[in-house]
């Protein structure tokens, strides 16, 4: 792919293009889930051909946080457990609390013991949201955040994102075709036959 892409702490960019034409693999690239057949990604300036897939999970843990089409949460585990979890993990105190509020956050405060299968898809793409805010992350890689939700809990979850940007300066990388999300970042790629053109915002 002749593809060059930059992304600084605190901004948003948003990555579009037709289904198949590479975005999610190209996020998995960037967050060192896949290994690139050529060239080199950096995650948070570690290159990430140079260290084994356990430092790339080290690396990641506490500090990068994912939205999945799949939404990958853990089938036996409650919304609750799924959002605790990785705070745990990265050591966080009052994790349970943390959890909690993150649900709420995403209207999900009446759904929290309820396992994946008892939830819609909509649901659980925002238990996986409330997740990958889990411990405020300095990168945040979304496929399709709002692919799954109404118009309504669409605009609540943007608002999130960005809130989160605000708020921890947190680089926002999504993949999505959802315009007024797009509109929202700071800058608009479209991809499309290996190649990474940006698209002019028109002023706000």
């Given at each position: 792919m002749g593809i060059d892409l930059h992304v600084n702490s605190g901004e948003a960019v948003a990555l579009l293009g037709a289904s198949g034409s590479g975005k999610s693999t190209l996020l998995g690239l960037l967050a060192g889930l896949d290994d690139p057949t050529s060239g080199s990604a950096f995650l948070l300036k570690q290159n990430l051909s140079e260290i084994s897939e356990e430092q790339r999970s080290r690396l990641r843990l506490g500090r990068v946080g994912f939205v999945f089409q799949s939404f990958?949460?853990?089938?036996?585990?409650t919304a609750l457990e799924n959002v605790i979890l990785p705070l745990q993990l990265a050591g966080v105190d009052k994790a349970a609390e943390q959890a909690r509020q993150l649900l709420k956050d995403v209207g999900l405060g009446?759904?929290?013991?309820?396992?994946?299968?008892?939830?819609?898809?909509?649901?659980?793409?925002?238990?996986?949201?409330?997740?990958?805010?889990?411990?405020?992350?300095?990168?945040?890689?979304?496929d399709e955040p709002t692919g799954n939700l109404d118009a309504e809990t669409g605009e609540q979850i943007i608002k999130l994102l960005f809130d989160l940007r605000d708020r921890c300066n947190t680089a926002l990388l999504m993949v999505t075709h959802d315009d007024q999300l797009a509109k929202r970042c700071d800058r608009v790629y479209h991809l499309q036959g290996g190649r990474l053109a940006e698209i002019e915002q028109e002023p706000s």
């Open positions: 990958q949460l853990i089938p036996g585990m009446k759904r929290m013991t309820h396992l994946p299968r008892q939830l819609s898809g909509g649901e659980q793409q925002r238990v996986a949201i409330a997740r990958a805010f889990a411990g405020e992350p300095e990168v945040l890689f979304a």
